[in-house]
C-alpha cells in the first residue's frame, strides 16, 4: 500500500491534474454551502467553507510538489505557470467578492452572491497555490545563492 502511494505521488502530471480538480471541488463545495446558507442551512455550513479551505490548501501544497519536481528542468514554465496562476486567482478573488457582496432582490440575486463565493474560493485555492509554487521553485534557487554567495565570502 505504501508503494502504491509513494508511486501516485511521484508522477508530476497526476499531482498537477490532481491539483486542478481539487480546485474545482474547492469551489464546488464552496457553491454548496453558499447555496445552503442562502436556503436556511444553518451553521452547519461552515463547517463546509472549512472543507474547502482545506482541499484548497491541499490543492496548493499539491502544486507545489508538482513545482520542485519540474522546476528543476523546466524553470521558466513552472515560472510562467505560477505567475498566470498567481494573477488569475488573485483577479478571481477579487471577481468573487464583489460578487458576493452584491445585493440584488430576487433569485437572480442569490444566484450571483452564491456564484460568487464558489469563485472567491476557486480564485484563493489558485492563488495559493501560484505563489506556492514561485516560492518554491524561485524561492529555494534564490536561497540556495544567497547561502553559497556567504560561504563564498571571506571573513
Known amino acids: 500500500m505504501r508503494r502504491r502511494w509513494r508511486r501516485f505521488f511521484a ?10 480538480a481539487m480546485v474545482a471541488l474547492c469551489a464546488a463545495v464552496a457553491v454548496l454551502a453558499a447555496w445552503l446558507r442562502e436556503r436556511g442551512g444553518g451553521s452547519g455550513t461552515y463547517l463546509l467553507d472549512v472543507l474547502a479551505l482545506l ?3 491541499g490543492s496548493a501544497l499539491l502544486d507545489t510538489r508538482y513545482a520542485s519536481f519540474i522546476g528543476g528542468y523546466q524553470p521558466e514554465i513552472v515560472r510562467r ?7 488569475v486567482g488573485c483577479a478571481a478573488l477579487l471577481a468573487g467578492c464583489i ?3 452584491i445585493e440584488i432582490n430576487g433569485s437572480g440575486g ?3 452572491g452564491v456564484a ?4 472567491l474560493f476557486a480564485g484563493l485555492a489558485l492563488g495559493l497555490g501560484g505563489l506556492m509554487r514561485l516560492l518554491a521553485g524561485d524561492g529555494a534557487t534564490y536561497a540556495a545563492t544567497k547561502v553559497q554567495e556567504r560561504l563564498d565570502d571571506d571573513y
Do not use: D, K
Open 81 to 87: 505557470g505560477s505567475l498566470l496562476r498567481l494573477i
Open 11 to 20: 508522477n508530476p502530471l497526476q499531482l498537477h491534474r490532481i491539483s486542478q
Open 116 to 119: 460568487g463565493y464558489g469563485l
Open 110 to 112: 442569490r444566484v450571483i
Open 55 to 57: 482541499v484548497a490548501i
Open 99 to 101: 460578487a458576493a457582496s
